[in-house]
Nanobody, 122 residues
Framework: QVQLVESGGGLVQPGGSLRLSCAAS????????MGWYRQDPGKQRELVAT???????NYADSVKGRFTISRDNVKNTIYLQMNSLKPEDTAVYYC????????????????WGQGTQVAVSA
C-alpha cells in the first residue's frame, strides 16, 4: 500500500510561484515513476509532469519552461516548482504513482494523493 500526501498549494497572484510537495509512504517510492496531475471543476484531469526513477522528466506543453518536477529518493518526496503562474493554472493538483508509459502516452497509476488546491488570481 502506498500513501501520497500533497502540500504547498494556495492562492498566488499571476506571475507568482508555488512549490508543491508530495510525500510518499514506504520504501517502494524509489521503484516508481511519479507524476503530477491537475483538475479544474468541469474539466478532465490532465497530466502536468512526470519523473522516472532515474530522474528523467516530461512536461505538458502548457507548463514547459515554467514548472519543474524533481524527486528526493531519500525523503520519499517529489516536488513541483511552479513559476510564472497563470490564472489557467488554477486547479486541484494531485500526486500519482506509479506513472506508466506505453507507446508514447503516459498513464496514471492506482495511487493518488488527496489533492492540493492552487488558485492563481489577482
Amino acid at each position: 500500500q502506498v500513501q501520497l500526501v500533497e502540500s504547498g498549494g494556495g492562492l498566488v497572484q499571476p506571475g507568482g510561484s508555488l512549490r508543491l510537495s508530495c510525500a510518499a509512504s514506504g520504501s517502494i517510492f524509489s521503484w516508481y515513476a511519479m507524476g503530477w496531475y491537475r483538475q479544474d471543476p468541469g474539466k478532465q484531469r490532465e497530466l502536468v509532469a512526470t519523473i522516472t526513477t532515474e530522474g528523467n522528466t516530461n512536461y505538458a506543453d502548457s507548463v514547459k519552461g515554467r514548472f519543474t518536477i524533481s524527486r528526493d529518493n531519500v525523503k520519499n518526496t517529489i516536488y513541483l516548482q511552479m513559476n510564472s503562474l497563470k490564472p489557467e493554472d488554477t486547479a486541484v493538483y494531485y500526486c500519482n504513482a506509479p506513472v506508466g508509459y506505453y507507446e508514447g502516452d503516459y498513464y496514471p497509476g492506482n495511487y493518488w494523493g488527496q489533492g492540493t488546491q492552487v488558485a492563481v488570481s489577482a
